[in-house]
């Protein structure tokens, strides 16, 4: 178990630095000189040399990417903006606060509506696809799946307005989706992100509703489920005790590519609902060519996923005894 | 005083009988293509503490009977007529309780591929005192002491270690002790093993079968062998029952079927075995032509298509007339052929072979 771990945190950390060094040179290729960005628009040469210089934008590629890196772990001075501690991601060329506070500031929201997501796309969809598996050709199952490719279709800037205006402004059952720090008032910090919650899990829930079912059905014709009932076993306890653990697996593989998927859903849901998460900076930076924030924004995303997937390989082995982890 | 006599009502009880006796059992699945006959009118019977050997093709219905022996067919597709008795139970049409209740508890059943049929997700120790505890009631400390017990019994070397053992940290031969092992935990009267060696290299075959053997001398447990292998049933079984086509085309002791058989179609699966008697020259006939497809069989004996002697019985029975097993009981197979003929073609078989 140590030894998976310590080779899964040494591989994420390679991970990592190809991610922050490819995003770092896009950044470069693009014709935007971020200098002039952050110079104004009446700009003399002679300015924007010093603002290159302060920048350090003068220095070689891979230089530039050596100090941003080294920055993480052993802080950096800027001429610009006086001394940044580690771990430094640098300053936001926009708002010029450091990248690292912006992102411990936003970075709760998104967490908060992600997990969220991630826990009503998990219980619901497995909960219904075991449902219609259950009752398998019976009204229930045919709802089920035919709601699932509804909800498959659905768009989170389409259903969030419309839940909105009618749960909030019409029925008034809901407040209006903010945020409000967990620490603060778990209830409240939950009743505000329902909304959130339920629509960006939309689209999810039904991929996962469809998923158990036909899963479920695949597991319950195996020799071993043959066997289990031939043993006495009835068909309530060889369907929740013995089926579902062999279903589950594909659908946690699953679930581990989907959390990038589910993040970039999240950022369309901070924008629909004026969230200020991580995803509000993230299109912020990319409007203002905000390069630190950018390359901050997509390494702790990064990093995010990378520790859930991470998570996901343990739980495969308390599923499945085959899994072994060292 | 008056005698109360207990006649039970027709249809829930009868008389002393043999053991386990199936009577002119059908099972159809409905698909999408039609109807399938599985098994059309199969009666057969097994005696106490005996072993029977069915033999026959893949297809020719064998495991799709002793599934509807223990009614672990879907019966959303699934139409099963004719009767089970398992001494004085009717089996078929049981509540699902009562099956229950039945399986792993007094018929026991194994299958052929035991990397496939264990769970494994759960401990080899966990799937065999789990039936101990749901038939016996026995606590956890109970049916773990049990599950060694068994584990021991069955050969597999340091039981109280490999209790704790998963099926893939077994090799192929002691998953199928672990299975023999988990089928037999509730001392089982009727033990179906279904191909129990196919996926077995040959010396562990050996090992397995000799283990069944073993146990039924122990125990007197009655037991139903479904092999497409003769020789296993050569070696095993008391009785032999030869399956065509969902139904029974010869039936009587090892000695009898092996030694004298009746049907073409058994003498078409003995020619197309190996013999140590034989020269090593001598060819291994197949039997030609396929199995029939269930969904739309031949008329008349299923078997015509592929029999070299239809044209010997005269008329056009063997095209248009299903043959019966006869005679009832005993030596009997459903062929139309009299049994001069037949060892007419046996004995210029023979001199063809020699």
Known sequence: MTSFLVRRVVGALVILIFISLITFYLFYAVPRDPARAFCGKICPPETLELVRHNLGMDKPLFVQYWLWLSAIFVGRDFTQFGPCPAPCLGYSFATQEPVFNAIVDRFPVTLSLTLGASVVILSFGILTGMLAAWKVGQPLDKIASSSSVIGASLQIYFVGPLVVFLLVDTLGLLPRPSYVPFTEDPLTWFVHLLIPWVVLSIIFTANYTRMTRSQMLEQLAEDYVRTARAKGMSGRSVFFRFAWRGAMIPIITIFGVDLATLLGGAIITEQTFTLHGIGELAVRAVQNTDLPMLLGVTVVGAAAIVILNIVVDVLYAFIDPRVRLN | ?354
């Open chain 2, 1 to 354: 005083m008056t005698t109360v006599s207990w006649s039970s009502e027709p249809g829930t009880s009868r008389g002393p009988g043999p053991f386990l006796s199936v009577r002119d059992l059908s099972v159809r699945f409905s698909t999408e293509d039609g109807v399938v006959r599985a098994v059309d009118g199969l009666s057969f019977d097994v005696e106490k503490g005996t072993t029977l050997g069915i033999v026959g093709e893949s297809g020719s219905g064998k495991s799709v009977t002793n599934l509807a022996v223990l009614g672990l067919h879907d019966p959303a597709h699934t139409e099963i007529d004719g009767e089970i008795w398992l001494e004085d139970q009717e089996l078929v049409g049981a509540s699902s309780a009562t099956l229950e209740k039945l399986r792993g508890n007094r018929v026991a059943m194994i299958f052929q591929d035991p990397l496939t049929s264990l769970s494994p997700f759960h401990t080899i120790g966990r799937q065999i005192s789990e039936v101990y505890r749901k038939h016996k009631g026995a606590s956890r400390k109970e049916a773990r002491d049990r599950a060694i017990e068994m584990l021991e019994r069955v050969g597999i070397p340091q039981p109280a270690t490999r209790v704790d053992h998963y099926p893939h940290e077994f090799s192929g031969g002691m998953r199928q002790r672990a299975m023999i092992a988990m089928a037999l935990v509730c001392d089982p009267d009727l033990l179906i093993a279904d191909e129990p060696t196919t996926a077995l290299d040959v010396t562990v075959q050996a090992q397995i079968l000799d283990l069944l053997k073993d146990l039924q001398q122990q125990y007197g447990t009655t037991i139903i062998l479904i092999t497409h292998d003769l020789g296993v049933v050569a070696n095993t079984a008391d009785n032999v029952l030869v399956m065509y086509a969902g139904r029974a085309a010869e039936r009587g002791t090892v000695r009898e079927v092996l030694s004298k058989p009746r049907h073409p179609y058994t003498w078409g699966l003995l020619s197309s075995m190996p013999r140590l008697t034989s020269s090593v020259d001598a060819p291994l006939v197949p039997v030609r032509g396929t199995p029939p497809s269930l969904l739309s069989p031949p008329a008349g004996c299923a078997f015509h298509p592929r029999c070299d002697f239809s044209q010997l019985v005269g008329s056009d029975l063997c095209f248009t007339q299903r043959p019966d097993i006869s005679p009832e009981n005993g030596h009997g197979d459903a062929c139309y052929l009299t049994l001069q003929q037949k060892r007419d073609i046996r004995t210029g078989d023979t001199k063809e072979h020699a």
